[in-house]
T-cell receptor, first 115, second 115 residues
Framework: AQTVTQSQPEMSVQEAETVTLSCTYD???????LFWYKQPPSRQMILVIR??????QNATENRFSVNFQKAAKSFSLKISDSQLGDTAMYFC????????????FGKGTKLSVKP | DAGVIQSPRHEVTEMGQEVTLRCKPI?????LFWYRQTMMRGLELLIY????????DSGMPEDRFSAKMPNASFSTLKIQPSEPRDSAVYFC?????????????FGSGTRLTVV
C-alpha cells in the first residue's frame, strides 16, 4: 500500500522569505502522480501543483515549485516570496496511474506566514 | 461554474440520529469522491463513483455509512445511526477523468458534530 509522510506538523516563515515543506512517500509503482494541496481556514482544498513521476523536470507554478527526487521518493514544495495569504494547511498527495486508486494524502503541514 | 457544492456547511446532531450530507458535483465531471477529514486520521477516502456507479467503497467505515448517486448532479452520504466518533469534516470532490490534469475539485466540506 502507498503511504505519504509529511514530517513537519507546523512551520512558520516571515513574509517575503522562502520556505520548503517536506514530503516523502512509499510505493512500488513506477508511474504515478504527486500533488500539493492547500487548505486555508475556509476549508476549501485547492490544488497548488502537480508532478508526473515520468517527468524529470520539476513542476513550477508562479511562486510554487517542487523538488522531485524519484529515487529518494521525496517531493518537497518550495514557496518563494511568501505572502500572508499562503497561511494554510498544506497536504502532499499521491495517486497511482493505473485504472484503480485515488488520492492518498499525508497528514499535512500547518504553515504560518508572519508579517 | 459554481464549483462543487456541499450542504449543509455545518451539522450538529444527537447520537443515534440519521444524518444526510449532500453534494452537487461540477457539471460534466464523471467522477465523484467522498472524503472524511479528522485530526487523528487526516483525509481518508470513503467511496468514489464513476458515471454514478460506486467503484470502491472499501473506505466506508461500517454499515452505518451509505452513499448514493442517483444522477450525475447529486450524491448523498448518509450515516444512520450517527455516533460521536463520526464527528469530522466530510468533503465531496469531483473530476473529469480519474487522473485529471488539474486534480480534483473539492467542495467546502460539511463539518459534522455528533453530541
Amino acid at each position: 500500500a502507498q503511504t505519504v509522510t509529511q514530517s513537519q506538523p507546523e512551520m512558520s516563515v516571515q513574509e517575503a522569505e522562502t520556505v520548503t515543506l517536506s514530503c516523502t512517500y512509499d510505493t512500488s509503482e513506477s508511474n504515478y502522480y504527486l500533488f500539493w494541496y492547500k487548505q486555508p481556514p475556509s476549508r476549501q482544498m485547492i490544488l497548488v501543483i502537480r508532478q508526473e513521476a515520468y517527468k524529470q523536470q520539476n513542476a513550477t507554478e508562479n511562486r510554487f515549485s517542487v523538488n522531485f527526487q524519484k529515487a529518494a521518493k521525496s517531493f518537497s514544495l518550495k514557496i518563494s516570496d511568501s505572502q500572508l495569504g499562503d497561511t494554510a494547511m498544506y497536504f502532499c498527495a499521491f495517486m497511482r496511474s493505473g485504472s484503480q486508486g485515488n488520492l492518498i494524502f499525508g497528514k499535512g503541514t500547518k504553515l504560518s506566514v508572519k508579517p | 461554474d459554481a464549483g462543487v457544492i456541499q450542504s449543509p456547511r455545518h451539522e450538529v446532531t444527537e447520537m443515534g440520529q440519521e444524518v444526510t450530507l449532500r453534494c452537487k458535483p461540477i457539471s460534466g465531471h464523471d467522477y465523484l469522491f467522498w472524503y472524511r477529514q479528522t485530526m487523528m486520521r487526516g483525509l481518508e477516502l470513503l467511496i468514489y463513483f464513476n458515471n454514478n456507479v460506486p467503484i470502491d467503497d472499501s473506505g466506508m467505515p461500517e454499515d452505518r455509512f451509505s452513499a448514493k448517486m442517483p444522477n450525475a448532479s447529486f450524491s448523498t452520504l448518509k450515516i444512520q445511526p450517527s455516533e460521536p466518533r463520526d464527528s469530522a469534516v466530510y468533503f465531496c470532490a469531483s473530476s473529469f477523468g480519474r487522473i485529471p490534469n488539474y486534480g480534483y475539485t473539492f467542495g467546502s466540506g460539511t463539518r459534522l458534530t455528533v453530541v
